[in-house]
């Protein structure tokens, strides 16, 4: 398993894959990262620390995933980014955390005060239907600004059966007015039921790829371990 990276595309930065406790979710039907967790603070903190010791703050910004949500991550292991952030001159920090947890953001943007911290969403796709009915994503609002509202970032999946190419194209450009970016995931075989969608993808490189493949604001990954890290 690699966890600690560097992206040179685009928008500079470092990135750790850390452990945490598990997504408390967990119902996501094309997901199955929640295997990489453990219940265990001490063992996480040891894992997070030693993956956390890579980070040089060269670019100024780091972005920290976990396989769930930042409020998933340990206190010791949010203390340990917020004074490397300090010691390393890291002035932007990105995390990732599920709807469920909106709540909380106000909070943790206090807890790391004095750092430019974007928060991101994985909301897959806008398409009520297929996010609720299909991806059984658990974001139960259908109000565009509702589901932004506290977030700066968000993930987007393509690639997977009942999306077109007006759907991904609505789904980016409503990203982009209610975002600062985007990611965009393009569906890739795991142990779910979700399989990706050979037709989908193929309209997806046709005429979505060459729009925004340069596009600082849109990151896309075609395989899931393009930032270099996951296995």
Do not use: W
């Amino acid at each position: 398993m690699d966890r600690y990276s560097k992206i040179f595309d685009k928008r500079q930065r470092e990135i750790v894959l850390l452990r945490g406790s598990g997504c408390v979710y967990k119902k996501c039907a094309f997901c199955d990262y929640h295997f990489d967790a453990c219940a265990d603070e001490q063992a996480n903190f040891k894992l997070n620390s030693e993956v956390l010791s890579n980070i040089t703050g060269e670019f100024g910004e780091l972005e920290v995933i976990n396989s769930g949500s930042v409020f998933e991550l340990d206190k010791n292991t949010l203390s340990l980014i917020k004074s490397l952030c300090e010691d390393k001159y890291i002035n932007t920090l990105h995390f990732e955390a599920h709807y469920l947890f909106r709540s909380k953001i106000k909070a943790l943007r206090e807890q790391f005060e004095g750092i430019n911290l974007k928060m991101k969403l994985g909301l897959e796709t806008f398409d009520y239907n297929l996010r609720e009915n299909f991806l059984k994503k658990g974001i139960a609002s259908k109000d565009v600004k509702d589901i932004c509202n506290g977030f700066d970032e968000a993930n987007f999946l393509f690639g997977i059966t009942g999306q077109s190419v007006e759907s991904m194209k609505n789904d980016i450009a409503l990203g982009l007015e209610n975002f600062e970016r985007i990611c965009v995931n393009i569906m890739c075989e795991n142990s779910t039921p979700i399989k990706p969608d050979k037709a989908v993808i193929k309209n997806f490189l046709q005429y979505i790829y060459p729009l925004y493949k340069d596009d600082d604001r849109v990151d896309i990954l075609l395989n899931n371990t393009d930032f270099g890290v996951g296995d």
